[in-house]
């Protein structure tokens, strides 16, 4: 058994929203009362994902972002751990005496109003508050948070990033929602039209935000540069995949294979197809001519 004693948070976290802030808020308060190490438990993959792959749920973050996202909240530990058919079969009672209780010697546990665990998702908050009580383990259900009177879900704020609604998607964030990987080859055109752009493909599994045009930043080696962010397939052109492709303003650097993060502010139109190449160019000399006035007027 682990010697140290932990409090922890248990769900999935996708999207690290307001209301899985406030969760992790009230572990870290009543852990520090509690003289508990704080651990945040979640998995690397959605469960329903792996139970049910024909009804995929896109996620608002990749394992490794929604990761770093976790790590940042100043909690002692995040344990994300691989979820396969094998650990869906766990019964609920198992997974809290033998994961919980014999390997991080839990003393504290905080959970959503939602929470599910356990095989067929048998497990609720009343079980695991009956299973607590009968281990000597603190159970805490925390409230849904709501904004502008409606709740703040992960299922909404995908609606939301579906619909292009990015502002209200960050206002349920808490912060600006961003995408990130490495840079990959294009098709040359913007550099061949004298404005480069860096382009990523968000992996498997992750939510693409609706088609259009986006004011973005990105981020770079640690600095954030005003950009111009297209999301989808350059529908001007009839080879286009669906990806990211960013006009980075004042930076002048070779990015294929750097890792970045595009940072959305807000979209500023739909994909459009142009009828010329040159009906292109003086649309993205437009929408730049926004970027720098957006930020201008934002100051």
């Not at 003289?35 to 749920?57: E, Y």
């Not at 650990?87 to 991080?104: A, C, G, H, R, W």
Request: aromatic share 12%.
């Amino acid at each position: 058994m682990n010697s140290t004693n932990w409090g922890i948070a248990l769900g999935y976290f996708d999207g690290v929203h307001i209301g899985h802030r406030q969760l992790i808020n009230r572990l870290c308060r009543q852990s520090s009362e509690l003289d508990l190490k704080t651990m945040v438990f979640t998995f690397d993959r959605h469960p329903q994902n792996v139970i049910s792959p024909q009804n995929i749920v896109p996620l608002i973050y990749s394992p490794e972002d929604k990761y770093r996202l976790l790590c940042d909240l100043d909690v002692d530990r995040v344990e994300m751990i691989p979820f396969d058919i094998q650990t869906s079969k766990m019964q609920p009672q198992d997974f809290f005496e033998k994961v919980l209780i014999e390997k991080y010697n839990v003393k504290y546990v905080v959970v959503g109003f939602n929470f599910k665990f356990g095989h067929r998702g048998k497990g609720d908050v009343d079980l695991l508050k009956l299973l607590g009580e009968k281990n000597g383990v603190r159970v805490d259900v925390v409230k849904p948070v709501s904004l502008d009177g409606q709740l703040v879900s992960s299922s909404y704020i995908r609606e939301l990033l579906r619909d292009g609604n990015i502002k209200i998607a960050n206002s349920c964030l808490g912060r600006n929602y961003t995408v990130s990987g490495k840079v990959i080859k294009g098709k040359g055109r913007g550099n061949r039209m004298g404005i480069p752009t860096a382009n990523i493909r968000l992996p498997e599994e992750v939510l693409y935000p609706a088609k259009g045009v986006y004011i973005t930043n990105t981020i770079y080696q640690g600095k954030r540069y005003p950009s111009i962010t297209n999301v989808g397939v350059n529908p001007t052109f009839p080879d286009g995949l669906l990806g990211i492709e960013t006009y980075i303003d004042g930076l002048h650097t070779d990015l294929y294979g750097c890792f970045i993060q595009v940072e959305f502010f807000d979209r500023i139109r739909e994909e459009k197809k142009f009828n010329s190449k040159e009906e292109l160019f003086k649309q993205i000399e437009l929408d730049i001519k926004y970027l720098e006035n957006y930020f201008y007027q934002s100051k």
